[in-house]
T-cell receptor, first 112, second 113 residues
């Protein structure tokens, strides 16, 4: 199976909360990241969390980490049409020289 | 402003031709990377370099070559040996240490005709 798995699509209504989920297999993962990609562009870091944390909040973004279940989630509060993009989960560990391994990305579609 | 510049943005190639994609960064980052992105497949690592004059193969290096003669530059050559080169190519860089956060370029889209 894949090292990092995400569902491919999520559709939400403007103003609702979005929750994008990710699971990973490497129990030694040290850093877990969320990147955002807008159409035809590169990726930009949204946030990352160190593996000894279970939550990180940054304005409208909340990251939850369940290390036991190897599950990471990104919650976007008050989702706007400008949040429509592909969201990538990634993990890195010392065994991989801290080079991120990316999931396939979740396409978030926000309806007005 | 510091950042990563990839060129060209769009490139068309005939089968059997080699092409070189440029990647330049002025962030003073030690490490640089090339990823390939295909629809629905996420990002796959082609090559990476953690220091000048040294580079390592990633997961899908076959049919590609790189060089790292300068800290700022990490060009990728897509050779005629690459069986399915049509894709979106992303270059990234990161500083040494810490959380290894990658900064990405805007990407280059290669189409083989």
């Amino acid at each position: 199976g894949e090292d990092v798995e995400q569902s491919l699509f999520l559709s939400v209504r403007e103003g609702d909360s979005s929750v994008i989920n990710c699971t990973y297999t490497d129990s030694s993962s040290t850093y877990l990241y969320w990147y955002k990609q807008e159409p035809g562009a590169g990726l930009q870091l949204l946030t990352y969390i160190f593996s000894n944390m279970d939550m990180k909040q940054d304005q409208r973004l909340t990251v939850l980490l369940n290390k036991k279940d190897k599950h990471l989630s990104l919650r976007i509060a008050d989702t706007q049409t400008g949040d429509s993009a592909i969201y990538f989960c990634a993990e890195s560990s010392s065994g991989g020289s801290y080079i991120p391994t990316f999931g396939r990305g979740t396409s978030l579609i926000v309806h007005p | 402003d510091g950042g990563i510049t990839q060129s060209p943005k769009y490139l068309f190639r005939k089968e059997g031709q080699n092409v070189t994609l440029s990647c330049e960064q002025n962030l003073n980052h030690d490490a640089m990377y090339w990823y390939r992105q295909d629809p629905g497949q996420g990002l796959r690592l082609i090559y990476y370099s953690q220091i000048v004059n040294d580079f390592q193969k990633g997961d899908i290096a076959e049919g590609y070559s790189v060089s790292r003669e300068k800290k700022e530059s990490f060009p990728l050559t897509v050779t005629s040996a690459q069986k399915n080169p049509t894709a979106f190519y992303l270059c990234a860089s990161s500083p040494t240490g810490g959380a290894n956060v990658l900064t990405f370029g805007a990407g280059s889209r290669l189409t083989v005709l």
